[in-house]
Nanobody, 124 residues
Framework: QVQLEESGGGLVQAGGSLKLSCLAP????????MGWFRRAPGKEQEFVAA???????YYADSVKGRFTISRDNAENTVYLQMNNLKPEDSAVYYC??????????????????WGQGTQVTVSA
């Protein structure tokens, strides 16, 4: 069982920044792509970003140019730097582990472990 532990959510004004962290304890962290999804009230969960073992990155169109995903394999941690936040970015953000053989995509079924989520609220 892999427990993903998110932190860093909070309340911020539009235009502000937040940095989410996800700790993934265990020796296998380096072997997997990692990512972030989000779910806003009344909406479907949405792919946000992913990073492969070789640090190739993928982003949803809605966050390109504003969000940056990164990883520190020595610390078993993946990050999501979120800049120029907008009210529509408000959601619960989930850290996920990608297990499929393909490159990480926006299909939730390709991710086998999910964190508990951290709330991000952006006020207008």
């Amino acid at each position: 069982q892999v427990q993903l532990e998110e932190s860093g959510g909070g309340l911020v004004q539009a235009g502000g920044s937040l940095k989410l962290s996800c700790l993934a304890p265990g020796r296998s962290f380096n072997n997997y792509a990692m990512g972030w999804f989000r779910r806003a009230p009344g909406k479907e969960q949405e792919f946000v970003a992913a990073i492969t073992r070789s640090r190739s990155t993928y982003y949803a169109d809605s966050v390109k140019g504003r969000f940056t995903i990164s990883r520190d394999n020595a610390e078993n941690t993946v990050y999501l730097q979120m800049n120029n936040l907008k009210p529509e970015d408000s959601a619960v953000y989930y850290c996920v582990r990608h297990f499929a053989a393909t490159r990480p995509r926006d299909n939730p079924a390709e991710y086998d472990y999910w964190g508990q989520g951290t709330q991000v609220t952006v006020s207008a």
